[in-house]
């Protein structure tokens, strides 16, 4: 388009819709950021770790791989519907690394476990339950949309489905292999700190 020669007095501006899902898209992208910071800021405030935040937040970006493979292998482009699948998606990945670090956490401050890797297995094992049980109602209740690729008025909806759908697997399976190994190397010294302060408030 710049390349086109145009007389004097002509310009070309790109408008109307496709000017507005730009727009769309920028806010979209602004109000991640903004999500992904009120996440880390959440976590600051309740386990006072940038470090326990960090790992937590851990499972965002696994999460993003099975998103990204199956927007891939189902053809949808990136667009405004499937990036709010990916903020959806935040949250629930986030909420499954909290699951499993507090209770690390709890089962050292109340159940007398040291730090160590058989107490992260035993943490692992009982929380593992209701991750699967949030990953498996979620995948079932997104199939419909996910089969509907096609169907009047699921244009929407369809994008935001292959994205939360593909980060549920993901996410579930390399947050249960990788969120343990990552705690054992890197959390420590934050949780160590959480047991020296005073109070029975669990995590």
Avoid at 23 to 42: C, N, P
Avoid at 64 to 77: D, T
Avoid at 136 to 160: M, Q, R
Wanted: include cysteine.
């Amino acid at each position: 388009m710049d390349r086109t020669r145009l007389p004097g007095g002509y310009f070309v501006s790109v408008e109307g819709q496709f000017q507005a899902q730009e727009q769309s898209q920028r806010l979209i992208a602004a109000l991640a950021l903004g999500s992904l910071l009120m996440i880390f800021l959440v976590l600051y405030s309740r386990y006072r770790s940038s470090r326990l935040a960090l790992i937590i937040m851990g499972n965002i970006p696994f999460a993003l791989v099975g998103s990204v493979i199956a927007m891939w292998i189902a053809g949808v482009s990136l667009s405004v519907a499937s990036m709010v699948g990916f903020i959806t998606l935040a949250g629930i990945a986030t909420r499954n690394g909290i699951l499993k670090i507090s209770h690390y956490i709890n089962l050292c401050k109340f159940e007398g476990e040291s730090f160590g890797w058989p107490m992260i297995v035993r943490g692992s094992i009982e929380r593992l339950t209701p991750v699967l049980m949030t990953a498996l109602v979620a995948a079932f209740a997104l199939t419909p949309l996910l089969l509907a690729a096609d169907a009047p008025g699921k244009e929407i909806l369809h994008p935001v489905a292959v994205v939360i759908f593909g980060g549920l697997i993901s996410s579930t399976l390399l947050d249960t292999l990788l969120t343990p190994l990552i705690f054992w190397k890197l959390g420590q010294r934050p949780l160590e700190r959480l047991l020296a302060e005073k109070g029975s408030d669990s995590y």
